[in-house]
């Protein structure tokens, strides 16, 4: 049955390629005329490769290739072959460069030398303890700015979402940090927490307590930190809750409460539960943006943040261009993309298998 | 279980522009223990409103309700012990069935978790959806979303059933067969029950007592079968029964009625009911009218031309006018209807003669829209009424 398919189409695709010859003609009465037809030139293909050699006239290749150019593969490929491959290039190239580079003993000034490879910068950066206290501070902030969004975020689109009047205002103020850039806010919030005029310690001081070293102290640091990127992003995931909480009818809160539902249980058992995939949304945004969270600290302090701020980022741009071991700083890139991808694998891979992607 | 009792229920919404909206006004009405009430009217008439104040959804401007003999205008939803299905089922779509089920239970008592998932499942078999209990609402059909959102109801096992119109997303076939089961449940339980519908065939099919409701107002209260022969007022004989009554405007004019197109006799009886009004709306019900091709021996008989036969089987729903000439749509000449038996020949522009008789009219006051006098009902009839 294929061949016969198989065989009308290829006659089909002839009479289409020479336009002046009489289809009408041309055409086999019935498939199984068709499958003669076909028998005599192109028969054998279904056995194997074999069939070129036994066509004397080249037809078969000269059909492949038609074959080959009406596909959609190639039909397509205008569309996407140019973004593939500047992504390929610019991306996924880069990456890959970077992970070269990482396996030699590049630093200072020079070429790369590539002849000697290993993976000596990662038996390094497992002996150095800044690596580890970077490592550490990177995941404290990614968990708490994350869970510190998430929760705040939520609060306010709760507060919001309750027919509130100026509601549009509101949601305007809440996600006004977010338009800023991080050396704005790194800025706006160096000041907030300066020691002698800053309002921070300012209202401390009006209950008695302080001043502290907000962005000195290094068992403080790296909370103030968080603070100030929470402050800016919390915003972003109040919208995104807004939105979610807007899908879910008025009648599930209505059938909670009848149910015997308080005020508490309700969202905590029948609302939060329902915006899973905003949390899972709105979490990889933040977490993505809380490992990138350099010009955020670089901002503040330069090439060397505080210790208890110093993250795998910040660390690596100091390895790189400022101690210029190049080599060294391409490897702890590379730790910082593996943990990414171990955070967003699960996402695209759970994206994946309910057919979003 | 308990007696619920509206007392002078008022509901005022203000919008945005200080304007103030009568939902509901004044609606009296008392339903006692175990019996089924339905509410029902046309759309934007209150009954939902009235309905959700019960339910504790919608606060209350003025009057009470009283659950057996505790006021619970104040009490908030989550403690008034009442059960409501949505029209929409509102079924938590986070969770599975037996989640869903359980959960007016976990919240609303301090049962242990056996005891709750046994009270699930013996819900479930009587529901028919054991089988599903582990799914979740959005792998169930319409019909079985319907069935869970009722199950979710009954497990509770409240004072009062709140039923929002709860049928009226499902096909016709499974609306009858539901409407079938939902009275069947609601016996065996002998649970106190407000169903709200705009569909009068449910409302006249699975009330004890209707009450109706137009513009917020009370209209009526009664039985299916008082409320469709004992009409309290023209909305209440337009809105019950399936064609609507006829009715034909006119005034008294000493024993006649005259109306623009036929004068109409009426007995000293009547006559003497119908003292001091003059203004009066007849009414007739389409299967009171008689249908025959010869001229009856009766002064109360019209000669009409037939405009449309609607054959429905077991009955034809016949349109009649007057006039013989073409008449467009949006004519507002008097068209009565009425319905004769199934089997019988008469066609369209066929001209019959169209008896009403007097003991089944019914006349309304034309200002007021209040009914002077009802039909005369006879014998088992009058009794049952």
Redesign the interface.
């Known amino acids: 049955m294929k061949r016969i398919i198989h065989a009308l189409r290829t006659r089909a695709r002839n009479a289409r390629s020479d336009g002046d010859r009489d289809v009408g003609v041309d055409r086999p009465a019935s498939a199984a005329e068709a499958l003669k037809d076909e028998g005599d030139t192109d028969a054998i293909r279904s056995d194997g490769g074999v069939a070129a050699e036994t066509d004397p006239t080249g037809e078969y290749e000269r059909r492949r290739l038609q074959r080959w150019r009406d596909s959609d593969f190639v039909q397509s490929a205008p569309f996407w072959l140019p973004p593939f491959l500047l992504m390929g290039f610019f991306v996924y190239a880069a990456i890959g460069w970077n992970f070269l580079i990482s396996l030699t003993e590049y630093s200072g000034f020079g070429d790369v030398d590539y002849s000697t490879i290993g993976l000596h910068n990662y038996v390094e950066l497992v002996g150095d303890a800044g690596f580890w206290a970077a490592t550490r501070n990177t995941l404290v902030l990614l968990v708490a700015f994350t869970l510190a969004c998430l929760v705040l975020g939520l609060s306010l689109a709760i507060l919001l979402d309750r027919k509130i009047r100026f509601e549009r205002t509101f949601r305007t103020i809440y996600l006004l940090p977010f338009a800023l850039s991080f050396i704005v806010t790194a800025q706006f919030w160096m000041w907030m927490y300066n020691f002698d005029f800053g309002i921070v310690n300012g209202l401390f001081g009006l209950v008695g307590l302080g001043p502290y070293s907000w962005l000195g102290s290094p068992r403080l640091v790296l909370g103030s930190v968080i603070f100030a990127l929470m402050w800016q992003f919390s915003g972003y995931t109040m919208v995104v809750y807004l939105a979610a909480l807007r899908a879910i009818?008025g009648?599930?809160y209505?059938?909670?409460?009848?149910?015997?539902?308080?005020t508490l249980?309700l969202y905590w058992?029948?609302i939060i539960?329902?915006l899973?995939p905003a949390t899972v949304s709105a979490s990889v945004v933040l977490v993505l943006f809380a490992l990138k969270a350099f010009d955020f600290l670089y901002a503040i302090w330069g090439f060397r943040p505080r210790r208890g701020a110093d993250i795998l980022a910040t660390k690596m741009v100091r390895e790189a261009f400022q101690r210029q071991e190049w080599a060294y700083g391409a490897s702890i890139a590379i730790v910082l993309f593996i943990i990414s991808l171990a955070i967003i694998a699960p996402y695209l891979y759970q994206q994946y298998t309910q057919g979003n992607l | 279980m308990a007696r619920t009792t509206l007392e002078h229920i008022t509901k005022v919404f203000t919008d945005d522009n200080a304007n103030e909206i009568v939902a509901v006004d004044d609606v009296s009405i008392e339903i006692e223990d175990g019996e089924f009430l339905v509410l029902v009217g046309p759309s934007g008439c209150g009954k939902s409103t009235t309905l959700r104040m019960v339910?504790?959804?919608e606060t209350i401007t003025d009057g009470r309700i009283r659950l057996d003999d505790r006021v619970i205008n104040d009490l908030?939803?989550?403690?008034?012990d009442?059960?409501?299905v949505?029209q929409?089922y509102?079924?938590?779509?986070?969770?599975t069935v037996r989640g869903n089920m359980a959960?007016?239970l976990e919240?609303?008592?301090d049962l242990p978790d056996e005891e709750i998932d046994a009270l699930v499942t013996e819900t479930a078999e009587m529901l028919g959806i054991e089988g599903m209990l582990d799914r979740t609402p959005d792998e169930l059909s319409g019909g079985q979303q319907q069935r869970v959102a009722l199950g979710?109801a009954i497990v509770?096992d409240p004072d009062v059933f709140?039923m929002d119109e709860p049928l009226s997303n499902l096909d016709a076939k499974l609306r009858s067969q539901m409407r079938m089961e939902l009275q069947r449940l609601q016996e065996g339980l002998e649970t106190t029950t407000i169903y709200v519908t705009h569909d009068q065939t449910e409302a006249m099919t699975m009330g004890d007592r209707i009450a109706v409701l137009n513009d917020g107002k009370l209209q009526q209260v009664g039985t299916p079968l008082e409320c469709y022969h004992r009409p309290a007022n023209l909305f209440v004989a337009g809105f019950i029964g399936e064609p609507s009554m006829n009715t034909i405007r006119g005034t008294i004019d000493n024993d006649e009625i005259v109306t623009d197109e036929f004068t109409y006799p009426i007995s000293a009886d009547l006559a003497a009911e119908l003292e001091g009004v003059s203004d009066v709306t007849l009414g007739i019900r389409p299967e009171d009218l008689e249908l025959s091709t010869e001229k009856p021996e009766d002064s109360r008989a019209l000669s009409m031309i037939v405009d449309v036969v609607e054959p429905m089987g077991d009955e034809n729903v016949v349109y009649l006018r007057f006039d013989s000439g073409d008449v467009g749509i949006d004519d507002d000449q008097l068209v009565l209807i009425a319905t004769i038996d199934g089997i019988s020949d008469i066609a369209d522009t066929e001209t019959v003669w169209v008896r009403i008789p007097e003991e089944a009219v019914h006349v309304f006051s034309t200002e007021s829209g209040r009914a002077i006098r009802n039909r005369r009902l006879e014998g088992d009839a009058e009794r049952v009424v």
């Open positions: 009818p009648d599930q209505e059938a909670a409460r009848v149910d015997g539902a308080n249980k058992r029948v539960p329902q899973k | 339910a504790g959804l908030p939803a989550q403690d008034r009442i059960a409501m949505f929409s509102a079924l938590y779509p986070h969770m959960f007016g919240e609303s008592t979710r509770r709140l």
